[in-house]
Structures are given as C-alpha cells and as structure tokens.
C-alpha cells in the first residue's frame, strides 16, 4: 500500500481551504489544512510535508513573513513553498517571492489541473529524495550484518562503504543539478509568463478603455453630427484593434502550440500579389506614401502553399513598413533565390524609408510582445505579434523571415522566403500587372446585400447580441424572429417555417449544440448557422459534427453574415438572390 504524503495548505479563508482540499484529496495525499501562518508552524512540528501552498495577504502573518520563517529553520526550509495571490500580482512581488524562496507564485482563480500538476511534481520529488535515502540505509544494513561474520574483511567492507557513499553523492549531486536546472527553467518560464500576461493586459485594456470611454461620451444627447461621427470612428476603430489583438494571440497560441493547420494548394502568385496590392495600397494612400511592387526576373505562374498563411505573413510585413514609414516609399520586390539553392525559393524583400532599427532593438525584434521601443507602442499601436506569428508561420512554410538590414532613421530591409512547392511554367510578372488589379478593385464599391423576403431564427441568451444582429438582419429585409435558448429555438421551428436560423452555442436551459443535434435527429433539413466566439478550429469542427451548416465567428462582420445567409438562402424566385 502506497504510503500518503502530507501536503500542507494555508489560508485564513476556510472557504479557499475547502476549495483547495476538494481538488487535492486523492489517494495518494495526506492534506492538512492551516487557517493561519501560526497554525501553520505547529502542525510542521509534528508532521513532514512534502510542499506548502501558502496564501500570500494573511493577518498576524502574511505569507512572505511565514516564508521567511521556514527557512530560517534548518528542518523545515527544504520544503517547497508555492505562493496563492488574489491579488494583481506585480512582477516586484514576484521577484519577492521567488528571493525569499517560493518555486512559483500562482494568481487566483486557480486552475485546478495546474495547482494538482504542480504539486504532484514536488510530491515525487519528496518520494524519490525518501526512496534514495530508503535504499541508501539498507545498502549500509546489508553491509554490517554481513561483516558481523566476515570481521577479517573489514577493510574490503570500509572501502565499500566508500564506494557506496561515492555512488549515492553522485547521484545525489546530480539529481540536484537537475532539480536546480528545472528550477531555473521554471523561473524563467514563470517570468516571461508574468511579463507576457502583463503586456497583453496593457494592450486589451487600451483599446477597451476607449471604448468605453467613447461610449459613454456617445450618450451625451448634446453632440454635433460631427462630435458623433469621430466619436463612433473612433470606437469602431478601437473594436477592431481588439479583434486584432485577440485573432494574434489565438494564432500565436496555436503555432507555440505545434496545433497550428497549414493547408498546401496550388493556387495563382499573380492573384496573391494582386490582393496584397489592393489590401496594401489603400493604407498607403491614407499615410501619403508610395508603395510599389516589383517583379525581378520571371516568376512561377502556380505555386504550392497556403495562400491565406502567406498572405497573412506578407500583410503583416508590408503593413509594418508603411505604417513606421511616416514620408517616402515602401517597395516590394519578387524574385525567386539566385543563391544556388536547390530547389529553388521565392524571396519577398520590403524595404521602407521609415524609421528603422537600432542592433540592440533587432536582437529582441522576434520576440513576443515586443516592439522596437516602448514609444512605438504609445505612438503606433500594436501588440509586437505580428513579427512573432510572420517568422512561425513562414517556418512553417519552408521559409524564414529575417531582418536583412536597417538603419536607424533612414529605414529596414525584411526579406520573406517561403518554399514555392513544384512550380507550374514561370511567366513574366510586370509591376504594372499588379497595379491596375489594385485600381480595378478600389475603383468598385462593394453592392449591398439585399435579402428582402428571407425568414430567420436568432436564438442567442445576450440581449444586446441580439439587438446588433436583429438591426444588421432588418436593415437589408430580412424578417426576424427571437428566442433565448434552444429549447425555446425548438418550439419556435415546430410552430414556423423559418428560412435559416442562427444559433449560439453558449445558453442557458439547452445549449446550441443539444439544440441543433436535437432538430438533426428529427429530420430538420433546413440550414442552421452557428454563432461564436470561440475562434478554435476544434470548435469549428465540433460545430459541423453536432450537424451545423455554417460557423461564423463572433465578433459579427455585417457583410460576413449577410454573404452566409445568402449562400444559404433556399432557392426561391424571392428578392434576396439579388445584390443592388
């Protein structure tokens, strides 16, 4: 039978105790539970404990104060100390924390799974440190009940002793190399995470604070037309720059992760380089700079990648170059490799005029959540992503991005290399080609969508969704009917012969899935659009298989949403098959 390790927990919240106790008590633990530091103390005198989860703020003594007491007492300062904080934690407590000698330093609310990992670390640590200790005793019993019959050997049982002793210090010595090798991993790991996590709190609420600020203003019933206008620019600007920053972090998230999808097409260079023309011209023209793009020598006609990834790495590129270029040019030229490479890659270089970058700048420009100084970031925006994922994803695509050279106030070089794939004939690619598919493409304003006569089913739990989307749909003719949650959504479809419906996922009572698996499975053959915001391509693909016809990701794009439902729309000699 396994013997139970003692593990030991403090919090003068009896509450926080109980929560803790809930996801700790399993077969293998003893818990013992403290209200206070002092408590604490007394129950370390009798009993051994293989780690201590301490609340940091606790009267009489707080959680440093009792730290420090622990290891000034040589039979209890081994024991590793794990620091539990409610509050926004700053990374001066930290560093406190971990100079005291705390191996980590957790934010409440807790993550159950990552408290339990945690500690059954440091608990098998406290096993095998037992177990050496254990087999190291018995080793040297051996040994004595042995010589007690062979006393003429004593001097072959003395050098074995020291042979034994030699082993179990080496393994001692190199087990602690390890633990502190690990240690120091999980320090630096922790650091980052800290800085990581403060960094993407700055950028959320940033944007967040002005939007709301804004829309508070918006209410003042006394503003001019034109107070309005900037104010809802100015809000709908912001909204964006939070989608952006979410979309970055969720794709990072996904690369580090090694979950990141790429799918390997042959598709049209000319049609990528026309679509980054008219994606990147627009911005250009708003900054009163030049952009030109530029072919050297003849390029493949087909290529073999993942249009979408490489489209993202190159917009984030040439968006950064025009956006720290404040007057001049950003030029962009493509070639495939002439360095003898074999086979052959396709190199895009970006050159800009703007402000360039210093060494000690570019030696932390690929790092996440940085940028080349913090007055970037207040004067230009921006989380310092883009650069991270561009290098993540054109690794994955064969490729590299790199600084190829800059200088400070008179601009950078960023080459993109990706791997082409089995090109198809190469032709000439003339500078000219992607310009005027640039202008074409400006030069045509989107149509609105009408769908006059279309029916449909908004089944979300959030009542200003539910406004949003109502007030997209009615606007282009579609007539709207509500419910609250699925099963509600159920009733309504038996009782109407809706069109589409659009279902969340999230609600109370039944949610989007139970609701749509439950409307498959009698025989509703009409389409069902699932509304999120969750943007992982497990919930995508959890959609399709609980029998959803669509996924459209929250926040809602009007024009996205219109474009499904259109797409979806049963044929019928009705108004909605027509654009304006």
């Known amino acids: 039978m396994t013997e139970l390790i003692n593990i030991l927990i403090v919090d003068d919240k009896p509450t926080n105790l109980v929560a803790l106790e809930s996801f700790l008590c399993t077969g293998d633990y003893r818990v013992l539970s403290a209200t206070s530091a002092i408590e604490a103390l007394r129950l370390l005198e009798a009993n051994e404990c293989a780690v201590i989860l301490t609340d940091v703020m606790m009267p009489e003594m707080d959680g440093f104060e009792f730290a420090k007491a622990l290891k000034a007492d040589m039979r209890l300062r081994e024991i590793p100390i794990i620091f539990l904080t409610a509050m926004t934690s700053e990374v001066i407590d930290i560093y406190r924390a971990y100079e005291i000698g705390a191996v980590d330093y957790l934010q409440k609310p807790l993550e159950p799974e990552v408290v339990k990992a945690k500690v059954a670390v440091f608990v098998q640590l406290f096993r095998q440190r037992r177990l050496i200790k254990h087999q190291a005793v018995q080793i040297l019993e051996s040994e004595r009940r042995e010589q007690r019959f062979k006393f003429t050997e004593l001097q072959r049982k003395e050098a074995m002793t020291r042979k034994i002793n030699e082993e179990l210090e080496r393994r001692v010595d190199e087990r602690t190399r390890e633990l502190t090798a690990a240690k120091e991993l999980a320090d630096a790991a922790s650091v980052a995470k800290s800085t990581f996590l403060a960094n993407m709190s700055h950028e959320i609420r940033t944007p967040l604070g002005v939007v709301l600020g804004f829309s508070e203003l918006m209410a003042n019933p006394d503003l001019t037309s034109e107070e309005r206008a900037t104010y809802l620019g100015t809000i709908k600007r912001n909204g964006e720059l939070l989608s952006k920053i979410i979309s970055d972090i969720l794709d990072l998230s996904k690369v580090e992760s090694g979950q990141f999808a790429i799918d390997l097409q042959e598709v049209s260079l000319a049609n990528i380089l026309s679509d980054l023309t008219a994606l990147c011209t627009l911005q250009a023209q708003e900054k009163g700079i030049e952009l030109s793009f530029l072919s050297e020598g ?60 210093s060494p000690e700048q570019a030696a932390k420009l690929f790092e996440p959540f940085v940028q080349a100084d913090e007055s970037m970031t207040r004067k230009y925006g921006g989380t310092g992503l883009g650069l991270v994922i561009s290098k993540r994803l054109a690794q994955f695509l064969g490729g590299d991005v790199t600084l190829t050279e800059s200088v400070p106030g008179f601009g950078s070089t960023f080459t993109v290399v990706v791997d082409p794939g089995i090109a198809s004939m190469t032709e000439d690619t003339s500078p000219d080609d992607c310009s005027d598919v640039a202008q074409s493409i400006l030069a045509v304003a989107p149509a609105e969508v009408r769908l006059d006569g279309l029916t449909v089913l908004l089944v979300d739990d959030s009542s200003d969704n539910t406004l949003l989307v109502t007030h997209m749909l009615r606007t282009a003719g579609v007539a709207v009917d509500l419910a609250e949650n699925g099963q509600e959504a159920l009733d309504k479809v038996h009782q109407h012969p809706y069109d589409i419906v659009l279902m969340d996922l999230q609600m109370p009572i039944m949610n989007g899935y139970e609701a749509t698996v439950a409307l498959r499975k009698e025989g509703y053959h009409l389409p069902i659009i699932a509304l999120t915001a969750h943007a992982l391509k497990e919930v995508e693909e959890s959609c399709y298989a609980a029998g959803f016809s669509d996924h459209i990701t929250k926040p809602i794009v009007r024009p996205v949403l219109l474009r499904a439902l259109r797409q979806h729309a049963p044929p019928a000699p009705e108004p909605w098959s027509r654009a304006i």
């Open 298 to 357: 003849k390029l493949p006609a087909k290529i073999r990648t993942d249009a979408l990834r490489l489209k993202q790495i190159l917009l984030n590129i040439i968006g950064n170059a025009i956006k720290f270029t404040g007057e001049g040019c950003v030029e962009v030229k493509v070639r495939q490799s002439s360095e003898g490479r074999s086979p052959s890659k396709l190199v895009f270089e970006i050159a800009d005029t703007g402000l360039g970058i």
